[in-house]
């Protein structure tokens, strides 16, 4: 018989040893476990039916000039996934289209432009919701500077731009400092121009009063024509870190050239750091998210520390605009773990947009792994998607964003999955919240 205090013991050490084996059961592990590419293949075949909500796009044919408020620059150089010879563009178009060529050769690539150019003359709605259809994409945000005739506003909702208020002035300093700027500023000059068209204003208000009430009021009537957020494309003109003058600063600006002159750049910034005050506050009144382009950019002269997101910190974390939703496209590229502790804050959020099409699904799956591992609740889908020549459209860089996200999120949970970190049904929620449920929760449904 086995005396009671070594029974005790026993009990004892039997109790330890339970222990230990339900916490290590319930600690996720450094290293996957099992079979990953089984995990994989069974969350890839789940999330392929989730339809996506596309948090930012350039949905267009490629000869319509409202496609973007920019324009790249001739000769601009291109990531390696986005030259012509990739083959990934080949699969698209089969997918698509049933292309049954094996290159974009000019006299194969003829059947491809031939089939688009016919969906354009026919002049309907019908295209462009096929192609979301195809690739099970329930709603797209579309970046342009006005909503194309040809996209059904029940399934593209319009994102404007708001970059040309930052431009009043005369801006031949601004346009000469180098080649991407001589194709940028007068694109945002026209833009300016056509909103001022649109509100019945001839010129240049004779006061910052004005000006401000100009600027508001653009924003309500886009709003109240279906634009569901505003975005900014800073990064490409100058940094992303905007100061806080007073306001007697850029009134007296706005006095000395709202007539003529041309500013310094000292004074032209701080009156664009005012204007872009008024902006961010009358996005808060209108409950209208504002869009950052906040990563890399086109251009031979574009600034990596322009597009920095954290330049937007002493913004985001401004007491002042707590009720304003912002929105850092692209992920922040190549500054993804800066962005995604700016997520941490309430009202900011981020997309993995020009990342789908930028690097291959490996890559992304490490960024969205951490993502994940993070602030699952602020990340979402979106394409970027738009036409690099008249063969490659805008419609096959949707099918490469959109397969590379469903592939990478995908692959990021399985690992997941396999160290232990969730169980594959938690799995599969969190896919549908990244590319579907946090927009709506965002945005709403809009259908």
């Known amino acids: 018989m086995v005396p009671m205090n070594q029974m005790i013991r026993i009990l004892a050490i039997s109790f330890v040893a339970m222990c230990s084996a339900a916490a290590t059961r319930g ?15 069974r969350l890839l075949e789940h999330i392929d039916t989730i339809p996506i909500y596309d948090n930012h796009s350039h949905a267009t044919f490629p000869d319509d000039s409202d496609m973007d408020a920019m324009a790249a620059p001739p000769g601009e150089s291109s990531v390696i996934r986005l030259r012509e010879d990739n083959p990934e563009f080949v699969a698209a178009a089969k997918a698509l289209f049933g292309y049954p060529y094996a ?3 000019p006299e194969h690539a003829k059947w491809l432009i031939d089939k688009k150019k016919a969906a354009e003359a026919s002049g309907t709605t019908a295209y462009w919701d096929s192609i979301l259809d195809k690739l099970n994409i329930e709603t797209c945000l579309a970046n ?48 300016l121009q056509r909103y001022m068209k649109q509100e019945g204003v001839s010129g240049l208000p004779r006061d910052l009063s004005g000006y401000e009430n100009f600027v508001r009021q653009t924003l309500a009537d886009n709003q109240k024509k279906g634009g569901v957020a505003m975005k900014f494309e800073a990064a490409y003109f100058r940094s992303l870190y905007f100061g806080d003058p007073r306001r007697a600063t850029a009134e007296a600006i706005y006095a000395k050239y709202h007539a003529g002159g041309v500013p310094s750049d000292d004074e032209y910034t701080t009156f664009q750091d005012y204007v872009f005050r008024v902006l961010i506050d009358q996005a808060g009144k209108l409950n209208l998210p504002a869009h950052f382009h906040s990563a890399v950019g086109i251009g031979d002269y574009f600034r990596l520390t322009n597009g920095n997101p954290l330049n937007l910190e002493n913004v985001l974390r401004d007491p002042r605009y707590k009720n304003v939703k912002f929105v850092l496209i692209h992920g922040g590229y190549p500054h993804t773990l800066e962005m995604i502790w700016l997520t941490a804050a309430k009202n900011v959020y981020t997309d993995s947009s020009l990342m789908g099409y930028y690097v291959y699904p490996s890559e992304l799956k490490n960024i969205l792994k951490q993502w994940i ?23 096959e860089t949707f099918w490469l964003a959109a397969r590379s996200a469903r592939t990478a999120v995908a692959a990021a949970l399985a690992e997941l999955v396999a160290e232990g970190a969730f169980t594959e049904a938690r799995a599969l929620e969190l896919a549908r919240m990244y590319l579907h449920d946090n927009a709506v929760k965002l945005y709403g449904d809009g259908r």
Do not use: C, T
């Not at 476990?33 to 994989?40: E, N, R």
């Not at 602020?378 to 020549?389: E, L, V």
């Open 27 to 41: 600690q996720a592990k450094p290293l996957p476990s099992g079979d990953v590419q089984k995990i994989y293949e």
């Open 103 to 105: 290159d974009f050769q």
């Open 144 to 191: 342009r500077v006005a909503l194309a005739p040809y996209l059904d506003p029940q399934r593209f909702h319009w994102v404007f731009f708001v970059d040309s208020f930052l431009f009043p002035f005369d801006n031949r300093d601004q346009a000469g400092k180098n080649g991407d700027m001589a194709v940028y500023i007068p694109l945002q000059e026209r833009v």
């Open 373 to 395: 591992s993070l602030f699952p609740d602020k990340i979402m889908f979106g394409s970027d998607a738009f036409p690099f020549n008249d063969a490659v459209g805008a419609e």
